[in-house]
DNA sequence: AATGCAGTCAACCGCGCCGCG
DNA sequence: TCGCGGCGCGGTTGACTGCAT
């Protein structure tokens, strides 16, 4: 047994909107408002659409203030930038930018961005890749093993990390990111690039700062149910959300696939970078994105890599925490990591305490 | 000029969430 | 507590357009 359609789909009218159909709904939503029941709206004005579809032309085109096209290279950052964050959360990303709809960033990332840098990327790739990553890392990862010093919380991995002067970011695996899990194969390598020191302290901190609005203590589950809006101004930017609570664990089970590592948490059920880098919870599509996005920092496009730095927990351990952002950890969403180490299986060498369980 | 193809984008569809009775 | 209905979201579709052949 389905739902219940939600008007009489025969007596509908669909396709594109006639000007009279525009010039009716803008006119009477303007006088009226919606009333709070898009079903009956059409009914009211006398418009054979489906409520639905009233909704949808009103947000998407007719409403005030409403920009099409013409995206700017900040416009175009601020949603690649959300895009490896948090996804397809259309919405989420439209909200930080005035007068785009969700439909558009939607349609304009489909049709335009994502090509744009994926066409880069495979340029790039192209172009030659460091054919002595790999002995290099091993040199590396050989040397710092032997140097550092153990700490009971940090394992030998994240240690490698961290000292790794080949570091470079890959975004966190979120434990129920909407993909089923994926390593990277050797299909698909990764040229390293260097870390510029000047991504940790620049002035995109503000795109940090909008991260941690969106997410609130993503992993509190005691969040509240109400809807706020708040708005801030960081820099040159100024963000809002209208529709998340501050602490909304959006990510909360979206996906049956959480997390509980054994034996490599921090604290609070975070997961460390190493478990994280074990699932492997990203598609290929989305690293070759990431890729990119890498590569991209020396083209001038490292804005936007403010919020794709190493998180700095107080264990030094990059972390992840299971139902999504740590607000106070902002940053830990992301994470450093030698990517051929990923492609190269090494991660086994180094991660002896790999083992999980799905909770659910 | 006709046809085919790829890109774009408005609109639709289905489903999850949430409030209400 | 449960079921219903509306809302909002993300994925997909299909009409339209421009370009290449």
């Known amino acids: 047994m389905g739902r219940a359609p939600c008007c009489d789909k025969a007596n509908v009218k669909k396709g594109p909107w006639s000007p009279e159909e525009d010039a009716k709904l803008k006119a009477f939503i303007e006088q009226h408002g919606t009333g709070g029941n898009w079903i009956a709206l059409p009914q009211k004005i006398g418009l054979?659409?489906?409520?639905?579809?009233c909704r949808l032309r009103w947000l998407n085109y007719l409403r005030p203030n409403i920009k099409h096209g013409g995206f700017s290279e900040e416009e175009d950052n601020i949603i690649c930038s959300l895009y490896i964050?948090?996804?397809?959360?259309?919405?989420?990303?439209?909200?930080?930018?005035?007068?785009r709809t969700d439909n558009d960033i939607k349609n304009y990332w489909n049709t335009r961005l994502k090509k744009k840098l994926l066409g880069k990327q495979r340029k790039e790739q192209q172009g030659g890749r460091r054919a002595s990553n790999t002995t290099t890392l091993k040199q590396e990862i050989n040397t710092t093993k032997k140097d550092q010093t153990t700490s009971t919380t940090t394992s030998a991995y994240d240690q490698i990390i961290n000292n790794s002067s080949l570091n470079r970011s890959v975004p966190l695996?979120?434990?129920?990111?909407?993909?089923?899990?994926?390593?990277?194969?050797?299909?698909f390598s990764y040229p390293i690039i260097q870390d510029d020191p000047r991504d940790l302290h620049s002035d995109h901190a503000s795109l940090r700062?909008?991260?941690v609005k969106l997410g609130g203590r993503f992993s509190d589950n005691t969040s509240t149910t109400t809807t706020t809006t708040t708005s801030s101004t960081t820099n040159d930017h100024q963000f809002s959300t209208t529709t998340l609570p501050p602490q909304v664990p959006i990510y909360e089970n979206n996906n049956p696939i959480d997390l509980v590592p054994l034996g490599s948490t921090d604290h609070n059920n975070n997961i460390t970078m190493s478990t994280m880098l074990q699932t492997g919870c990203f598609t290929n599509e989305l690293a070759e994105i990431v890729y990119s996005f890498n590569t991209q920092r020396s083209e001038g496009l490292d804005c936007f890599y403010g919020i794709l730095e190493s998180s700095g927990t107080s264990s030094g351990e990059s972390?992840?925490?299971v139902n999504g952002w740590g607000a106070e950890n902002m940053g830990s969403d992301l994470i450093n990591c030698?990517?051929?180490?990923?492609?190269?299986?090494?991660?086994q060498d180094y991660v002896p305490e790999s083992r999980y369980l799905a909770s659910q």
Do not use: D, F, V
């Open 48 to 53: 054979k659409r489906c409520g639905k579809s």
């Open 85 to 99: 964050s948090i996804g397809s959360r259309w919405s989420i990303i439209a909200a930080q930018l005035p007068g």
């Open 173 to 187: 695996l979120y434990t129920n990111w909407p993909h089923p899990p994926l390593i990277p194969t050797s299909s």
């Open 209 to 211: 700062k909008l991260l």
């Open 319 to 321: 972390c992840c925490n």
């Open 338 to 347: 030698p990517s051929a180490m990923i492609e190269q299986g090494m991660l």
